[in-house]
């Protein structure tokens, strides 16, 4: 016999989905302790567990899932097959609607004028010190896509404006924003998109404490140190209005200690996510909760209070090492609003986190 546990972990299934699926009848566990309610599967269940995890991630609706689930344990394999191949037409057909209107959505976004955030602008030159934009730099570049369907993410956003330089990075699933000074600009805003290469290769000439000399020229963006240089085209792109993304409401506030927080994440439980990261895989999930004395603590996997927020656990570690600081701020929220982790000595720099939903 196999715990929930393990045939959650072998499966691909979580915990929460293995009972969701045993109240609506679809895999029954095997035997139920009269006591303490804990579920028990036979061998033989395994390989059910699996095909409605991979049935599941194909998006197959809850009334086909217990007609193949019926079918594969009976060796209908006619009945499957024709489940499978009406539900990969259902997909084709929905994607194809998809692309239409996202099509005319794009029609309509080409045809809208945003000069805040066009990356082609006139002459700006101005300095910033090398510390602060390499510490900027070293706060968002975890947070930058790779994804080549969204190549205008595939960078690090330079927001000039007044005496500010902030820098933003984000890849749908997280975003970080931090900022240094500059001075030398005086006109309007300026945004460009430097390509994450070209941000990279910035990044080796600021580790003097001599100023950095930044200058933007049309679609071209130069950063000087001493007698080195790292210079390339922005990307021709808009980057999304990050300024609405962070207008959220005020959460529940906790002063954590990151190094014993980061202890908490990587030894304490984890649940495996039915929504696929950015790579098209899972991913383990950290089940957060503040208690009433103000301590985030990570969650068993039994604890499935309605307050508790879920985030990938790579993404909030990356976050804790990129906040670059012995303590950390958290903002919790509802489990649907994004987790926030902020420096207590420097607030306009954080890292936002997109929570993922659990099941019921």
């Not at 900027?136 to 330079?158: C, H, K, Q, Y």
């Not at 500010?164 to 970080?176: F, N, S």
Request: with cysteine.
């Amino acid at each position: 016999m196999r715990s929930i546990g393990e045939t959650a972990r072998d499966s691909g299934l979580s915990v929460s989905a293995l009972r969701f699926y045993d109240r609506a009848g679809l895999l029954v566990p095997a035997w139920v302790d009269p006591v303490s309610g804990y579920r028990w599967y036979g061998p033989e269940q395994l390989d059910e567990a699996r095909l409605l995890a991979r049935l599941r991630r194909a998006g197959m609706p809850l009334a086909d899932l217990r007609l193949a689930l019926a079918g594969w344990s009976g060796a209908d394999t006619d009945l499957v097959r024709k489940l499978f191949e009406a539900h990969l037409r259902r997909l084709e057909r929905a994607l194809s609607d998809a692309r239409s209107e996202f099509s005319a959505l794009r029609a309509l976004l080409d045809h809208r004028e945003n000069p805040m955030t066009s990356p082609r602008t006139a002459a700006v030159r101005l300095s910033v010190p090398a510390p602060e934009l390499a510490a900027a730099l070293d706060a968002v570049r975890f947070a930058a896509s790779t994804d080549p369907e969204l190549p205008m993410l595939g960078g690090i956003l330079f927001d000039i404006e007044g005496e500010e330089l902030r820098v933003v990075a984000t890849d749908r699933y997280r975003m970080a924003v931090a900022h240094a000074g500059a001075t030398g600009h005086g006109g309007p805003r300026v945004q460009v998109i430097v390509p994450l290469p070209l941000a990279d290769a910035m990044r080796p000439l600021l580790d003097g404490e001599e100023p950095a000399r930044l200058a933007v020229d049309g679609d071209r963006v130069t950063l000087e140190t001493g007698d080195r240089q790292a210079a390339g085209q922005c990307l021709d792109h808009d980057f999304p209005d990050y300024r609405r993304l962070v207008r959220l409401p005020a959460g529940r506030r906790a002063l954590v200690d990151a190094a014993a927080f980061r202890e908490a994440l990587t030894t304490g439980p984890a649940r495996t996510s039915e929504v696929r990261g950015p790579d098209g895989t899972s991913c383990d999930l950290s089940v957060l909760r503040v208690t009433d004395d103000g301590t985030v603590t990570v969650c068993e996997d039994g604890d499935d209070d309605r307050d508790n927020v879920a985030v990938n656990r790579e993404f909030l570690l990356h976050a804790l090492a990129a906040g670059a600081r012995d303590q950390l701020v958290l903002e919790l929220g509802a489990p649907t609003t994004p987790l926030v982790i902020r420096r207590p000595d420097d607030e306009p720099a954080f890292s936002i986190l997109m929570p993922v939903r659990l099941e019921n």
